[in-house]
């Protein structure tokens, strides 16, 4: 899945504002195949679970399901609908990153903040990939693609067990509150 949220309906006189216009795509090859004919772009991603991806999907689903269908065949050479959500673009409180934002949030993740102007929104992103743990991957026109930074796997912890937790001497319980005296070993 893919969602595109931007200025792709009616704009005002002012060009930062207008309709919302999320763009949803069931195949993420055809569209990053159907952009990169058009433009170079980089990307930063982060690995997620299933049930994070279905938080965010439910989400994203609730906004086009309260909007209309705007169009079908969202982006030259690429398939999608268009839908106009309830709420209008703006560039500096509802933009495409303050979109993107919403997602993360779901899941705990709050990289982009309560800065609004996208342009430096790209410039802290640029900063930060690194200590944030992001992939950064360039995507460029005519279908190359450079992943300029891997993030780093996390390494599972391996739960203790309580006897083996015992055994260390460590004066602190299961729920990591501080204890006056060590833990007994069990029987």
């Known amino acids: 899945m893919v969602y595109d949220f931007g200025r792709y309906g009616k704009v005002d006189w002012n060009q930062t504002t207008g309709e919302g216009i999320m763009n949803v795509y069931t195949d993420g090859n055809k569209y990053l ?19 994070q991806d279905k938080l965010i999907i439910q989400s994203f689903q609730k906004q086009t399901d309260a909007g209309q269908v705007y169009r079908t065949g969202a982006v030259p050479n690429g398939g999608g609908t268009a839908y106009k959500l309830v709420d209008g673009y703006n560039i500096f409180s509802n933009n495409c990153l303050t979109k993107c934002d919403e997602g993360l949030k779901l899941v705990g993740l709050d990289l982009i903040g ?41 390494k599972p912890v391996k739960p203790l067990d309580l006897n083996d937790f015992i055994k ?20």
């Not at 159907?34 to 433009?39: D, H, I, P, T």
């Not at 004066?171 to 509150?177: E, L, P, S």
Request: overall charge positive.
């Open 33 to 51: 195949q159907s952009e990169m004919k058009e433009r170079n772009s980089v990307g930063y991603t982060s690995a997620s679970t299933i049930d």
């Open 114 to 154: 309560n800065e609004y102007d996208p342009r430096k929104e790209l410039i802290a992103m640029e900063k930060s990939y690194q200590t944030s743990n992001l992939t950064r991957t360039e995507y460029n026109q005519g279908g190359q693609i450079n992943v300029t930074y891997t993030s780093k796997p996390v």
């Open 168 to 187: 260390s001497g460590k004066k602190q319980a299961k729920d990591n509150t501080t204890l006056k005296e060590p833990i007994k070993p069990l029987n």
